[in-house]
C-alpha cells in the first residue's frame, strides 16, 4: 500500500487505529470499575485495533526514513529509526506500569491510556498535514517535497 498510495495514507491511518485502539481499552478501564478489568471483547477489540494500527505505521515509517537518507547513512538511519522506536515502547510501558502500581485505580490508568489516545491522533494530525502526496515526493531524483 505504501509503494502505491505513498506513507501519509497508511501512517495516519495506523496512527488512528492505534488511537482507537487505546480509547476502547481506556474506556473499558475505566467503565470496569476499580477492583475489576476490562472485558474480554474490549480487551480483545482494542487489542486488535492497536495491532492493526502498529503494523500499518511500521513500513510507512521505515520508508520514508530510508527515503530521505543518503546512501551512505541508509543503515544509520535504519538503525536509529528502530531504537528510538524500542525507546518509545520501553519509556510508554515503564510510564502506564509505574502509573499502575503507584495508582491502582481503574480511572487513573484509564485517563493515562486516554493521554495516549489523544497523543496519536495529534501524531496522525501532524503527520496528515506534513507528509507530502507521493506525487510530490520524488520526481526523476530531485528531493522529497514537505
Do not use: E, W
Not at 485502539?21 to 474490549?42: E, H, K, N, R
Not at 530510508?66 to 515502547?89: E, P, T, V, Y
Amino acid at each position: 500500500m505504501t509503494a502505491v498510495r505513498g506513507p501519509r495514507v497508511p501512517l495516519v491511518a495506523g496512527l488512528l487505529f492505534c488511537a482507537a485502539g487505546t480509547t476502547v481499552l481506556s474506556a473499558a478501564t475505566v467503565l470496569a470499575g476499580p477492583g475489576s478489568g476490562p472485558g474480554d471483547f474490549a480487551l480483545v477489540t482494542g487489542l486488535s485495533l492497536f495491532g492493526i494500527g502498529s503494523g500499518l505505521t511500521t513500513t510507512p515509517m521505515t520508508a520514508l526514513v530510508l527515503a530521505n537518507a543518503s546512501g551512505r547513512s541508509a543503515g544509520a538511519s535504519s538503525g536509529l529509526l528502530n531504537a528510538s522506536r524500542q525507546f518509545g515502547g520501553l519509556v510508554g510501558v515503564a510510564l502506564l506500569g509505574s502509573l499502575t502500581i503507584l495508582h491502582p485505580s481503574g480511572l487513573r490508568l484509564g485517563a493515562a491510556l486516554a493521554i495516549a489516545a489523544a497523543a496519536m491522533a495529534g501524531a496522525a494530525l501532524y503527520g496528515h498535514r506534513n507528509i507530502a502526496p507521493p506525487y510530490l515526493q520524488r520526481d526523476q531524483g530531485q528531493p522529497p517535497v514537505k
